[in-house]
């Protein structure tokens, strides 16, 4: 069992920087693959980044070059820094810890991009 607990978001300017971070606590974090994903009102929810336990990563085409996802395995937790942030951003963060068959979720964060 995995516990995930998101922080960092809130209310930023177009243009801005957020650095989110999903602490674990339960099970084994370093096997577990970590991911980031986004739901905006009315759409779909969406992966925007992972990150494998031998720290490969992955990211949606939207936000190459703008986003990072990094873990930090001694303090089980990951992390993603988000840079040049848009309105089209905003939406509930959600992190995702997975290792077949299982996988959690927190309970998600709010970016907000407005001026």
């Known amino acids: 069992q995995v516990q995930l607990v998101e922080s960092g978001g809130g209310l930023v300017q177009p243009g801005g920087s957020l650095r989110l971070s999903c602490a674990a606590s339960g099970s084994i974090f370093s096997f577990y693959t970590m991911g980031w994903y986004r739901q905006a009102p009315g759409k779909e929810r969406e992966l925007v980044a992972g990150?494998?336990?031998?720290?490969?990563?992955n990211y949606a085409d939207s936000v190459k070059g703008l986003y990072t996802i990094s873990r930090d395995n001694a303090k089980k937790t990951v992390y993603l820094q988000m840079n040049s942030l848009k309105p089209e951003d905003t939406a509930v963060y959600y992190c995702?810890?997975?290792?077949?068959?299982?996988?959690?979720w927190g309970q998600g964060t709010q970016v907000t991009v407005s001026s």
């Open positions: 990150i494998t336990s031998g720290g490969s990563t």
């Open positions: 995702n810890a997975r290792q077949f068959p299982a996988q959690y």
